[in-house]
Nanobody, 125 residues
Framework: QVLLVESGVGSVQAGGSLRLSCVAS?????????MAWFRQAPGKEYEGVAA???????SYSDSVKGRFTISQDNAKKTLDLQMNSLKPEDTAVYYC??????????????????WGRGTQVTVSS
């Protein structure tokens, strides 16, 4: 069974940085897996934040481009999200997502089959 566990709950002031990590287990790492971070702010829809695959392709939402960096460590089976220059509007629950993929899945939420439980990020002004 595929299991994704996020870590990096944090609160930070605007302009600060946080790093989220997602540890994955239970799947065949020889396959190509796409992984992504999504977020949901209170009262809002899910938003795709950043996505990557084992070939190194990446995609970012316009709202985080230039501030966030997604990285995948295949040996450690982790997916990280480095978040810099944080803004109050980045406040949300952040979710790690994964799915076996034959092509890059990007930031389309229904394409991902496995999800973590989420971790809260709060940015104060």
């Amino acid at each position: 069974q595929v299991l994704l566990v996020e870590s990096g709950v944090g609160s930070v002031q605007a302009g600060g940085s946080l790093r989220l990590s997602c540890v994955a287990s239970g799947y065949n790492y020889d396959d190509n897996w796409c992984m992504a971070w999504f977020r949901q702010a209170p009262g809002k829809e899910y938003e795709g934040v950043a996505a990557t695959d084992r070939n190194g392709e990446v995609s970012y939402s316009d709202s985080v481009k230039g501030r966030f960096t997604i990285s995948q460590d295949n040996a450690k089976k982790t997916l990280d999200l480095q978040m810099n220059s944080l803004k109050p509007e980045d406040t949300a629950v952040y979710y790690c997502a994964a799915s076996r993929c034959g092509w890059f899945l990007g930031l389309i939420r229904p394409r991902y089959n496995y999800w973590g439980r989420g971790t809260q990020v709060t940015v104060s002004s």
